[in-house]
């Protein structure tokens, strides 16, 4: 069984930013062999893919809502993936969402296919 456990949501004002982490745990899962993405769905939207890295961490993507705002990294060795989060804006108020998936980059970013193991998520809030 994989276990993905977000953290570090919470409300900030626009303007600010948040550090979001995903913590993997699994007792036959290889988090290094694993694409992550970060997700978010606000209420009443469909869920939107916000970033999605390579399981070596050297290629990454992003949707153009957060291009150059957003930034997601891995540390391997803690089997953790992060999303700093800058220059949050109100429109960025959602839950946002880890997943892991075995496929190649291209077809993680593609959105061709399901990812295989998600998280509860995590409350993202940004208002004045």
């Known amino acids: 069984q994989v276990t993905l456990v977000e953290s570090g949501g919470g409300l900030v004002r626009p303007g600010g930013s948040l550090r979001l982490s995903c913590e993997a745990s699994?007792?036959?899962?290889?988090?290094?062999?694993?694409?992550m993405g970060w997700y978010r769905q606000a209420p009443g939207k469909l869920r939107e893919r916000v970033g999605v890295?390579?399981?070596?961490?050297?290629?990454?993507a992003y949707a153009d809502s957060v291009k150059g705002r957003f930034t997601i990294s891995r540390d391997n060795a803690k089997n953790t993936v992060y999303l700093q989060m800058n220059s949050l804006k109100p429109e960025d108020t959602a839950v946002y969402y880890c997943?892991?998936?075995?496929?190649?980059?291209?077809?993680?970013?593609?959105?061709?296919?399901?990812?295989?193991?998600w998280g509860q998520g995590t409350q993202v809030t940004v208002s004045s």
């Open positions: 997943a892991a998936d075995s496929s190649p980059f291209g077809t993680a970013v593609s959105g061709r296919k399901e990812y295989e193991y």
């Open positions: 699994g007792r036959t899962f290889t988090f290094s062999q694993y694409a």
């Open positions: 890295i390579s399981w070596s961490g050297v290629r990454t």
